[in-house]
C-alpha cells in the first residue's frame, strides 16, 4: 500500500475516534465523525462503506438505538441547523427513510445531542441540513437532492469527493422497547418498563389446613403468577431412609398486584394415609414456598412451614 494512503486511513481513524460521541460496552458507533470542512444546502448524505477501508458506518446493533448523535465542525464555517436521518437499503441504490431526529444547531468544533431512535443493524445514518449539510472533504458517500418525509423510498448517486461529518452511538436493545439499554431503559429485562425492574414483594396471609389441602392466601406488589411448591418428609423407622413427597398448587395463578390468591396445595394419598398412622400428639411439618413470578420476570419465593397433626383415631 503506497506510503500516501496508509497516511490517509490512519489520518481518518483519528479524526473518527476523536469526533464521535463516546460509545459504552454494548454500544456501537455509525458513520463517520470526521471534521466538516464546507457545506452543501438542501442535500441528503449517507454515511455508507469505503471500498478497501475496514471501519463500517452502518448500525451494527439489531435491534438497537441511537442515544445521542453529533457534528464536528471546522473553525471558520458558520452554525447551520442539521438532521440526523436514517436510512434502510431498499435494493438497486434506492433507500427508505425510516426515520429522523429533531433539528439541531452546530456550531464551530464539537456539538452532541441525545435521542432515541430504534435502529436495525445494516440501517445507514445520513445527515440534512436545509440551509446546508455539513460534509468532510474525504469521500465517497451516498446522496440526494430535496426534501424527503419519513417512509418515503429515493434513488442515491455516489459522491466520491465528501462524505457526511455525523456519527452516533447506537446502544443494544434486548427487551425491543425502543430504547437504549445502557443510558435510557432502567429495566432491559423487560419491555414493559423503563423505569427501574419492580421486585416481587411477596406476601403470605392466612394458612389454613382442611382435611385434603392446605390453602395460602398470598399476594405481590405488582401483577405477578403465583404458584405453591414444596415437600413433606417422615421417616416410617430410625433404619430406614426418609420419605419424599411433593407438593405443589399446579397450574400458576395470573394476579393483579395488590391483590390477593388463594392457593390450594392438595394432600396426596400417600401423605393423608401416613396423617392417619400418626397419633394426633404428633405431627408432619411441610416446607412450601409461594413462589412469585413478576412481568420482568423477576421470580419473588416465601418460604411457609405448616403443621399437619396426627389423624389416628383415638382407641376407645
Given at each position: 500500500?503506497?506510503?500516501r ?8 481513524i483519528a479524526?473518527l475516534?476523536l ?6 460496552a454494548g ?9 466538516a ?12 462503506p469505503?471500498?478497501?477501508?475496514g471501519y463500517s458506518?452502518?448500525?451494527?446493533e ?24 436514517v436510512?434502510r437499503p ?14 439541531e444547531?452546530?456550531?464551530e ?13 445494516g ?10 449539510t455539513?460534509?468532510?472533504?474525504n469521500?465517497?458517500?451516498?446522496r ?5 418525509a419519513?417512509?418515503?423510498t ?6 466520491g ?7 452516533s452511538v447506537?446502544?443494544e ?5 425502543g ?5 435510557q431503559?432502567?429495566?432491559p ?11 416481587p414483594?411477596v ?14 392466601e ?22 430406614r431412609?426418609?420419605v ?5 398448587s ?5 394476579v ?24 394426633r ?22 418460604e ?7 389423624r ?5
Amino acid at each position: 500500500m503506497p506510503r500516501r494512503l496508509c497516511l490517509v486511513i490512519a489520518s481518518s481513524i483519528a479524526a473518527l475516534l476523536l469526533a464521535a460521541p463516546a460509545a459504552f460496552a454494548g454500544s456501537s458507533e455509525a458513520g463517520w465523525g470526521c471534521t466538516a470542512t464546507g457545506s452543501e444546502p438542501e442535500v441528503h448524505l449517507l454515511a455508507t462503506p469505503i471500498d478497501g477501508f475496514g471501519y463500517s458506518p452502518l448500525v451494527k446493533e439489531s435491534p438497537g438505538v441511537i442515544v445521542n448523535w453529533g457534528v464536528r465542525v471546522e473553525t471558520g464555517l458558520g452554525q447551520l441547523g442539521q438532521q440526523l436521518e436514517v436510512f434502510r437499503p431498499a435494493g438497486n441504490g434506492e433507500y427508505t427513510k425510516v426515520a429522523e431526529s429533531a433539528v439541531e444547531t452546530f456550531h464551530e468544533g464539537f456539538d452532541e445531542y441525545r435521542t432515541r431512535i430504534p435502529v436495525q443493524a445494516g440501517d445507514v445514518v445520513g445527515l440534512y441540513g436545509a440551509g446546508g449539510t455539513f460534509y468532510c472533504n474525504n469521500g465517497p458517500s451516498s446522496r440526494a437532492e430535496g426534501p424527503i418525509a419519513v417512509g418515503e423510498t429515493r434513488p442515491f448517486a455516489v459522491d466520491g469527493g465528501i462524505k457526511p461529518a455525523v456519527s452516533s452511538v447506537v446502544e443494544e436493545d434486548l427487551d425491543g422497547d425502543g430504547y437504549g439499554d445502557f443510558s435510557q431503559d432502567g429495566c432491559p429485562n423487560s419491555a414493559l418498563f423503563q423505569t427501574s425492574c419492580p421486585l416481587p414483594a411477596v406476601a403470605v396471609g392466612k394458612v389454613t389446613v382442611k382435611p385434603r389441602a392446605i390453602l395460602i392466601e398470598a399476594s405481590n406488589n405488582t401483577d405477578a403468577s403465583f404458584e405453591a411448591v414444596g415437600e413433606v418428609r417422615w421417616r416410617r423407622s430410625p433404619d430406614r431412609p426418609k420419605v419424599r413427597v411433593g407438593l405443589n398448587s399446579g397450574a400458576a395463578v395470573q394476579v393483579i398486584g395488590g391483590a390477593a390468591v388463594l392457593l390450594r396445595v392438595p394432600l396426596p394419598k400417600s401423605v393423608l394415609n401416613r396423617l392417619k398412622q400418626l397419633p394426633r400428639r404428633q405431627s408432619l411439618r411441610p416446607r412450601i414456598d409461594v413462589r412469585a413470578t413478576n412481568l420482568v420476570p423477576y421470580v419473588g419465593t416465601h418460604e411457609i412451614k405448616v403443621k399437619l397433626p396426627g389423624r389416628k383415631a383415638r382407641k376407645r
